[in-house]
């Protein structure tokens, strides 16, 4: 199967942001996995003049984790798909949280858009496998963040066992897929299964994170039927980030 990218990938949330909380209701732990991704951010006290960027924000599940994490932080959002930000900006939110229609790719030309650093921290929650070129972000995420700033990032990653894969996708082709055919969004649920396929074992990004410059980087597994399946992958920008 060839995956969705770049507009077309965009285009297939913008069609999918009706459901898509509705869907990812169905997940159990979804919301939970995420707050503990976000708090392994260990941010310190109630986040209080921190700036945050939730980077592939969607729905805002991700930033809702950051606010709860840090519910002092001024937070900056952003998507790549329209339809995901409009249900986003729907939601009650306090001021210091923003969000912006940007992909990650776009990021590179920090301040043109009012995304200006440096960050005290990021939080990436299912984007990487998305993105054409992740080696390229991840080294704006690293420009972006402050020396010593701290990166989580909230992943399908499995862990290298072909008992991960099989359960991936016989949760993917009794779940997952029927649930999207029912929305008429098989195609974006089909790219999900066969993304995480491809995308880069818990080990491998762990290593592609240590080789962006990134320092400390340890996959963590999250609990439930996921173990295995998805990690929080934290980081600290070096010294030379900016």
């Not at 951010?41 to 930033?63: E, F, M, N, R």
């Not at 900056?76 to 995901?84: E, I, N, P, Y």
């Not at 939080?123 to 420009?143: C, E, I, K, M, Q």
């Amino acid at each position: 199967m060839t995956l969705l990218r770049d507009h077309d990938l965009a285009r297939a949330f913008d069609h999918a942001s009706s459901t898509y909380d509705r869907l990812t209701g169905l997940n159990p732990g979804y919301r939970a996995d995420l707050l503990r991704s976000a708090r392994r951010l260990k941010l310190p006290g109630d986040g209080a003049g921190l700036h945050l960027l939730d980077l592939g924000c969607g729905t805002g599940a991700s930033t809702r984790a950051l606010l709860r994490a840090a519910p002092r932080a001024r937070i900056t959002a952003v998507d790549a798909s329209a339809g995901m930000l409009r249900r986003a900006l729907a939601k009650p939110w306090p001021d210091g949280v923003r969000f912006l229609h940007l992909s990650a790719e776009e990021l590179d030309a920090a301040g043109e858009d009012g995304v200006e650093g440096p960050f005290d921290a990021v939080f990436a929650a299912y984007l990487f496998r998305n993105v054409s070129d992740p080696d390229g972000v991840l080294a704006t995420v690293r420009r972006l963040l402050r020396p010593g700033g701290r990166l989580a990032v909230h992943e399908y990653s499995l862990g290298g066992s072909p008992a991960h894969r099989a359960l991936w996708t016989a949760v993917c082709q009794g779940v997952i897929i029927p649930a999207g055919t029912l929305t008429g969004d098989r195609a974006l649920y089909r790219h999900l299964w066969h993304s995480v396929l491809d995308f880069d074992t818990a080990r491998d990004f762990t290593g592609r994170l240590t080789r962006a410059g990134f320092t400390g980087a340890r996959a963590l597994p999250l609990a439930g039927w996921q173990t295995g399946i998805t990690h929080t992958f934290v980081a600290a920008a070096g010294e030379t980030s900016r």
